[in-house]
């Protein structure tokens, strides 16, 4: 049965994180980060890895969005939404909606 649940980051106010069967973690063989679910890896670049370390459920968007542009000069705050509505997309993030 198709899901019904928004597969877009929209409001502020939503919470993402990962999903139960994914984890992050740094792959020592490849130096980078690896998104790891049962049946893929996907090596991440050092922005992907920021953006995912700070979606644990607690934080909402707006918060993530502040706390990158505090750590960079520039955020592209329509790039990072679509980066998490494409993992929501496939199901790699959840999101408590705000």
Request: with cysteine.
């Given at each position: ?44 670049n050092d922005t ?27 955020v592209a705050d ?21």
């Amino acid at each position: 049965m198709p899901s019904t649940m928004p597969m877009r980051i929209d409001s502020d106010a939503d919470r993402p994180r990962l999903a139960p069967h994914v984890r992050l973690t740094f792959d020592r063989a490849r130096r980078g980060y690896a998104l790891l679910t049962p049946e893929t890896v996907t090596l991440l670049n050092d922005t992907g890895a920021a953006i995912l370390e700070l979606c644990d459920g607690e934080r909402t968007v707006g918060e993530i969005l502040t706390e990158l542009r505090d750590r960079y000069n520039r955020v592209a705050d329509d790039e990072v939404r679509l980066f998490l509505s494409g993992l929501l997309a496939r199901r790699r993030l959840e999101v408590s909606r705000g």
